[in-house]
């Protein structure tokens, strides 16, 4: 069974930098972070395939990088130049989701 464990979560103020760091049971051909905040549907912010394809919503192109290292199964999001608009729980997990496998997650917060 498919399990994902985020970490590196944390408060930053505006324009700052965090790194996400996700270590999986296994890896797959597409894997992804995504976001989520209160009221709101879970979005998918970010995926890489195995062979080094990526995919970047709109709103974080250009400040957010997402890494993987496959033979370690683990996934890695480099946040920069922060928003509060970024604030939310982040999940790593395989693209599309497995529904049942979705970790804690990290919080991100964005604040002054």
């Known amino acids: 069974q498919a399990q994902f464990v985020e970490s590196g979560g944390d408060l930053v103020q505006p324009g700052g930098s965090l790194r996400l760091s996700c ?3 296994v890896s797959f051909s597409q894997m992804g972070w995504y976001r989520q905040t209160p009221g709101k549907l879970r979005e998918l912010v970010a995926r890489k395939s195995s062979g ?3 995919y970047y919503a709109d709103s974080v192109k ?3 990088t997402i890494s993987r290292d496959n033979v ?3 996934l890695a999001l480099q946040m920069n ?3 509060p608009d970024d604030t939310a ?3 790593c997990n395989r693209v599309p989701p497995f529904t049942t ?3 804690q997650g990290t919080q991100v917060t964005v604040s002054s």
Request: a positive charge; zero cysteines.
């Open 101 to 103: 496998a979705w970790g």
């Open 23 to 25: 270590a999986a049971s």
């Open 62 to 64: 250009g400040r957010f």
């Open 81 to 83: 130049s922060l928003k």
């Open 52 to 54: 080094g394809k990526t």
């Open 72 to 74: 370690n199964s683990t």
């Open 89 to 91: 729980v982040y999940y």
